[in-house]
């Protein structure tokens, strides 16, 4: 299942690159990014940079929305064809310029050269989680060569900042708290030169707080670039007596005691974002874990409701939340069915149990167990099509939702023909892949606002399914839905289309859960 979890000293595991064509759907989905994304990717962390299939999803969208003239046509259609070349090159630096530039025209901010420069800029450290008893190490670097050609030295300022707000401008910084120290003598070319500073956050209290470094030229600034650091006390004491405890912790429980260690050790790597993860709220709760174990009780042993487990991933190497809901009445002797919720492009394990799905409430009148993946990775995909070789965020993305799958059935009662998968709009074309992988799993199936391969619905037509989506949805067209529908009828599938007239791709969402629900309620396997 999960493997032996002794420490966090787990073997490195390379990141692949993200095997990503223009031409795969899957890049072209998501749910509510324009908001939560940032619009342009001048923004990076020690953490991973924003995903390119996300920066490349709110271009198109922003695109859709912009009325271009001529000129504008003409320019967007260049960052198409250098964004293309840049792909098939593998300069995927060069592919997030192209992004920057198209976001910035389609803004109405034009591009430059000192646009350019200023979206090549990113601040990496490798502590994006901080003890103030120790200094940390930044740099400001490069993601691509820019274009701007300036003669002499320039001074880099470093300042640190309330938290900033993303907007569709970009990331505007907050309130300057404190100058933290300036570096004179540098140059423009970050690549070959990066300009590293130590900082003393010794007197800083506790916090959230941005880093961020303005390159000027005299007064006049050049651009600028933040990274988030999270200052906490005696955090390397709390991480080593969570070390500590899981040593002497029953195996089914070091993950969850483990968990916010390997996460900020991914951050911390680039592997993963940030965002999403309250240091607070998962410290805490491993410290519960621990303490629980430390009196030699079972945290979740009997627990109902809605709470996140962990376990190590060992393909991977690194542990994996997942989110359940358990009835109030469990255990009650009988056998219970279960629904593996999917996510959407940029989610994660908590987005399907968001007060908007409302799924929670359903699950507990219903008598529904529900388990949400992570996926591996925000935009793992949930596997690839089965009629194409997996990359490796693909594969680890189905065998997480698999291990989670047996993690459940193992540790709880779950009736065999009564297994459901569903999933929003990247969840939904997860949906129906994982389906057409594995097919004498699913009692049932409920997509949303996805799409399918049409070549999959004879291995999957056996399995009832209901489908909503939505005619006026932008991200992700109705003929996505349409077109698998038809092929799973024309195979003799069960379905119920439910094609919403005038719906988006999310308010389509919560309105027909009840029915989706409803629909599994009325099906069941017919084996075991």
């Known amino acids: 299942m999960g493997g032996e979890l002794n420490s966090l000293e787990y073997n490195a595991v390379p990141q692949d690159r993200i095997e990503v064509t223009m031409s795969r759907f899957l890049n072209r989905v998501c749910m509510g990014l324009l908001i939560m994304a940032v619009a342009l990717p001048q923004y990076a962390a020690a953490e991973a940079l924003p995903s390119l299939s996300m920066l490349g999803l709110i271009y198109r969208m922003s695109k859709a929305r912009v009325e271009t003239d001529d000129a504008l046509k003409a320019q967007l259609a260049d960052v198409d064809k250098q964004q293309m070349a840049a792909w098939r090159a593998g300069r995927l630096g ?16 034009g591009w430059s050269d000192a646009q350019d420069f200023s979206a090549s800029l990113v601040v990496r450290t490798d502590q994006a989680f901080v003890d103030p008893m120790r200094p940390v190490m930044l740099r400001l670097e490069q993601i691509y060569p820019a274009k701007l050609a300036r003669d002499g030295r320039f001074t880099v300022r470093v300042a640190l900042h309330k938290p900033g707000q993303r907007t569709r401008r970009g990331r505007q910084p907050g309130d300057k708290l404190h100058d933290l120290g300036e570096q004179p003598d540098v140059g423009l070319d970050m690549i070959e030169s990066p300009i590293g500073m130590q900082i003393d956050l010794g007197s800083i209290a506790d916090g959230d707080y941005d880093v961020r470094f303005e390159l000027l030229d005299d007064k006049e600034s050049l651009g600028a670039a933040f990274t988030r650091l999270y200052v906490r006390a005696n955090l390397d004491e709390r991480m080593a007596r969570l070390r500590q405890s899981a040593k002497i912790a029953p195996e089914s429980l070091r993950a969850d005691i483990l968990y916010p260690l390997d996460y900020m050790r991914k951050v911390n790597l680039g592997w993963v974002a940030s965002r999403g993860f309250d240091v607070d709220k998962e410290l805490a709760a491993a410290e519960e874990v621990a303490a629980a174990v430390a009196k030699g009780k079972d945290p979740f042993k009997a627990r109902s409701g809605d709470f996140e487990r962990h376990y190590l991933l060992a393909d991977a190497g690194e542990i994996m939340p997942y989110r359940i809901y358990v009835p109030k009445d469990y255990p009650s002797g009988n056998q219970y069915p279960l629904v593996v919720a999917l996510h959407g492009l940029g989610g994660n394990e908590d987005s399907m149990f968001s007060d908007f799905y409302g799924i929670p409430a359903l699950a507990e009148e219903r008598g529904y167990i529900v388990v949400a993946p992570m996926g591996f990775r925000v935009d793992g995909g949930y596997g690839v099509n089965p009629l194409r070789p997996a990359s490796r965020n693909g594969r680890l993305s189905e065998k997480d939702v698999l291990e989670v799958l047996a993690l ?30 594995f097919p004498d799993i699913w009692a049932g199936l409920g997509p949303i606002a996805g799409m399918g391969d049409p070549r999959t619905a004879e291995v999957i037509g056996h399995i009832p399914q209901i489908v909503v989506h939505g005619d006026a949805d932008r991200t992700v067209p109705v003929t996505g839905s349409q077109r698998m529908v038809n092929a799973l009828r024309k195979v003799g599938a069960e379905v119920t289309f439910i094609e919403v007239p005038g719906g988006g791709h999310s308010d389509i969402a919560p309105p027909n859960m009840g029915p989706i629900f409803d629909f599994f309620d009325a099906h069941k396997r017919p084996d075991g």
Do not use: F, P
């Open 408 to 437: 459940t059935r193992a540790n709880y009662a779950i009736d065999g023909q009564r297994i459901y998968l569903m999933g929003h709009s990247m969840g939904a074309i997860g949906t129906w892949r994982l389906a057409a992988r």
């Open 94 to 109: 060069e592919v997030r310029r192209q992004l920057a530039r198209g976001m910035s025209l389609t803004s109405g901010q």
